[in-house]
T-cell receptor
């Protein structure tokens, strides 16, 4: 069974204090790894898709990287508006269409 | 481009009743997935539809069912509601498998 573990569970940062979130996964054949951001009471918002080890994607202050066992979401010089829960999900191959999600990391950025 | 829409946004039901939730995917998306989100279990996959066919189903009892129409709109139904069914039900649409899934705002179901 696919397993996705995110750490830490919660992260409190000062504005401008860079940090990284970890997503480790166990899946029989990775089709894709996805990062989402979720604000309270809303649906997850898509951020990145990573398909193969060594791949990197960037968007504003966020950068996602992928290895064979884990993915990192780096937040550079965060602002209060980056406060949210960040979710990692994997999609296995070849016939599994579901996303298996981790429990998420809740990030709070203080001004 | 309009996003994924879900109706209703909030729902309060009594144990034993049944409920139907609706989802309209992004235009052009033919894959629709449903997820249940609770504080204890997180996001859990319910089922996925593509071209009106259910291709995958999660580990939920038969009380949870769904369908997809020819215009890709989807509905899910929960019969004989239990207190534990209280959750945020999320619908996500995708162009195809391995493409990113875009989520709607969810339907908050409360069972009393």
């Amino acid at each position: 069974e696919d397993q996705v573990t995110q750490s830490p569970e919660a992260l409190r940062l000062q504005e401008g204090e860079s940090s990284s979130l970890n997503c480790s996964y166990t899946v029989s054949g990775l089709r894709g790894l996805f990062w989402y951001r979720q604000d309270p009471g809303k649906g997850p918002e898509f951020l990145f898709t990573l398909y193969s080890a060594g791949e990197e994607k960037e968007k504003e202050r966020l950068k996602a990287t992928l290895t064979k066992k884990e993915s990192f979401l780096h937040i550079t010089a965060p602002k209060p508006e980056d406060s949210a829960t960040y979710l990692c999900a994997v999609q296995a191959s070849p016939d599994d269409y579901k996303l298996s999600f981790g429990a998420g990391t809740t990030v709070t950025v203080r001004a | 481009k309009a996003g994924v829409t879900q109706t209703p946004r909030y729902l309060i039901k009594t144990r034993g009743q049944q409920v139907t939730l609706s989802c309209s995917p992004i235009s052009g998306h033919r894959s629709v997935s449903w997820y249940q989100q609770t504080p204890g279990q997180g996001l859990q996959f319910l089922f996925e539809y593509f071209s009106e066919t259910q291709r995958n189903k999660g580990n939920f009892p038969g009380r949870f069912s769904g369908r997809q129409f020819s215009n890709s709109r989807s509905e899910m139904n929960v019969s004989t509601l239990e207190l534990g069914d209280s959750a945020l039900y999320l619908c996500a649409s995708s162009f195809s498998v391995a493409y990113e899934q875009y989520f709607g705002p969810g339907t908050r179901l409360t069972v009393t």
